[in-house]
């Protein structure tokens, strides 16, 4: 896990590299690098976790071929061998030289072998091309900007700030969606004017000046069992691998348990493969809140023989503290302040010492767990199945009825559903440059629920979970793994029938069924949706946060800018309760994230 930069199509500013890099020392704390030649530049921040030597440090250089990578190929020793018997010769032990390598044997198409996360760079000094290249999901960011025939790109935004050429300066439609309806940019956008992001599953190439951006994979249909435990047994024997390969390090691994479903399969499946990644797990707990999930992260860790069960216990005092910094460290704005809960982890993962940590991300998005997958699951059924559940439950048939009316006119019911949860306290200047409900990007195929679970992993809910998930570990120097995010899991996933998927009061049926006998029963029963949530109704309105609301909403700046609805606020101040918890956060996070990156506003 490291930090990248450079630029391409004109000469490269050394002293903009070594900025660049300088900006991104949080990701990589354990050394740097800087390359150039007469078109091109590379910037490095490295953070070792595979070949601890200094023989892996980048950029690496394989004749015509330089490459800055972040991230991991998890099936690097395998990959390594097949190169072997084809000639290659390596230097390192790194993951890196094998990216290297694979992309001088099979170009582009070496995406459709490896297996990891990724971020990365590859400058063809003889053909003058430039290539960036996204993981599967995005779980590693690639930001860049383009300037004439120059292209600039970072891991993070603030590496691109260094950039003489580039303003810092919001995209006032961005933050206006996400004021008013907590709507986060669009894939290839971000919050900045300028800045665009290169999606997950995607490469860009840069040659002769011209830009083009493509999508390399789309899940593809497996054909799993029909029989539900032998397809129950297939799921299980895919995640046990995805953690297999997910344990290789040459540093301390441990797992953020939070105490639901994903995060215990997680902890219970890294148990039975490797007891020394067991002595650590990572787990934030808020005591006296009606829904901690202690009992259940506790009860999970003892099963694993987890031997070093770390606690953090943010309190509100705690958030207000650190809130300056952890706007930075995310540099966008962020929808909720559970993403405090995932910072503070991370931190006491490094205070540890350890330094990678496995997580349950991606589960709910591939497998089911949302309360919104139950209308298009219903839908999906069988017809007579469909009926005999809405005559059983009638709780289902508004979320049936609503998917139905998505799926014919999905413009309307995205305004419908703006106008249910429209912010009390954004300004009509913020209104009136919002921009449109954002299109389906997920064509008719495939039944109701696939294509709902497809919208949540690739445009939905799971894009931002990662945003949050890479800049929460990157700021204190860890790195996130997530075995649900293998490609074989996810096409098996997303191939398995609906009914498999959920069942009427028991969402991620299958992940159920697939953990029977190694999550505790205590868990698998579990139906509610929690994961990390921090007590904000409660922290929101203490008197010093109040006061912390009235300074930074109704000062001077905020007032002048219009984005806000300040009447709405001051009521709500003045009664001491708010009406929208996670719209006054929203409100306070773009005020903070304006002074703190965007000063010019």
């Known amino acids: 896990m490291c930090g990248i930069a450079g ?25 740097s690098g800087i390359w150039s030649d007469a078109q091109a530049g590379l910037s490095f921040r490295r953070l070792a976790i595979i070949d601890l030597h200094e023989r892996s440090n980048q950029p690496l250089h394989l004749q015509d071929l330089h490459l800055v990578f972040n991230g991991e190929i998890y099936n690097y020793r395998e990959l390594r061998d097949q190169l072997a018997a084809l000639g290659h010769y390596f230097e390192t032990e790194g993951d890196g030289e094998v990216l290297l390598h694979a992309w001088q044997e099979w ?108 999508r390399y994979w789309w899940p593809s249909p497996v054909e799993p069992p029909a029989n539900q435990a032998e397809a129950a047994a297939g799921l299980r024997e895919l995640l046990l691998d995805s953690v297999r390969l997910r344990l290789r390090s040459d540093v301390p691994v441990g797992t953020s348990l939070s105490g639901g479903i994903d995060s215990s399969a997680t902890v219970m499946l890294a148990a039975q493969l490797a007891v020394e990644h067991s002595r650590h797990a990572f787990t934030a707990r808020f005591p006296n809140f009606e829904r901690d999930e202690w009992v259940y992260a506790d009860e999970v860790s003892r099963a694993a023989g987890v031997a070093c069960h770390h606690v953090v216990e943010p309190t509100a005092g705690d958030l207000l503290s650190d809130l300056p910094r952890l706007v930075r460290d995310h540099e966008e704005p962020v929808r909720s302040s ?35 997958l139950w209308g298009p699951a219903i839908r999906s059924y069988p017809w007579r199945a469909a009926a005999g559940a809405l005559v059983r439950d009638a709780s289902l048939v508004a979320p049936a009825a609503y998917s139905l009316w998505y799926d014919a006119m999905p413009g309307a019911a995205a305004r419908g559903y703006r106008r249910l949860v429209k912010s009390p306290y954004v300004g009509a200047a913020a209104l009136s440059v919002a921009g449109a409900p954002p299109a389906d990007p997920v064509d008719g195929a495939g039944t109701p629920l696939t294509r709902a679970l497809l919208r949540d992993a690739f445009v939905g809910t799971l894009p931002a979970l990662l945003r949050y998930a890479d800049r929460s570990s990157m700021a204190h120097g860890r790195e996130v793994r997530l075995p649900f995010l293998d490609r074989r899991v996810a096409e098996y996933a997303l191939s398995l029938p609906p009914e498999q998927v959920y ?58 800018r219009h984005l806000l609805h300040l009447r709405a606020i001051e009521g709500d101040l003045a009664a001491g309760r708010w009406r929208n918890l996670d719209a006054i956060w929203r409100a306070l996070n773009a005020e903070l994230w304006l002074r703190e ?3 010019a506003a």
């Open 503 to 560: 069942r009427p009061g028991h969402p991620k049926w299958i992940l159920r069924a697939a953990m029977r006998g190694v999550v505790p029963s205590s868990v698998l029963a579990r139906r509610d949706k929690i994961g990390f949530e921090t007590p904000q109704k409660h922290w929101f309105h203490e008197p010093s946060f109040l006061e912390r609301f009235r300074d930074v909403l109704l000062d001077p700046a905020a007032r002048t």
């Open 107 to 214: 170009g582009e198409s070496a995406l459709d072998r490896v297996n990891g996360m990724f971020a990365f760079a590859v400058w063809d000094a003889a053909r003058r091309r430039l290539t960036l290249a996204t993981d599967p999901f995005g779980e590693k960011p690639l930001y860049y900007i383009r300037l004439g025939r120059r292209l600039a790109f970072a891991s993070d935004i603030r590496a691109l700030l260094r950039d003489p050429a580039l303003q810092a300066a919001a995209d006032e439609s961005a933050l206006a969606g996400y004021l008013a309806y907590g709507e986060m940019p669009a894939l290839r956008a971000s919050f900045f004017s300028g800045v665009e992001r290169l999606p997950g599953a995607h490469v860009l190439r840069l040659a002769d000046g011209a830009v083009e951006v493509e």
């Open 597 to 599: 990156l965007v000063p």
């Open 338 to 372: 559970s993403v405090y809960a995932q910072w503070s982890v991370n931190r006491i993962a490094r205070e540890a010492g350890v330094t990678v940590l496995l997580d349950g991300q991606g589960a709910d998005e591939l497998l089911g767990g949302y309360r919104h």
């Open 7 to 31: 630029t391409a199509g004109e000469a490269p500013d050394r002293a903009l590299l070594e900025a660049m890099a300088d900006a991104m020392v949080h990701r990589g704390p354990d050394g």
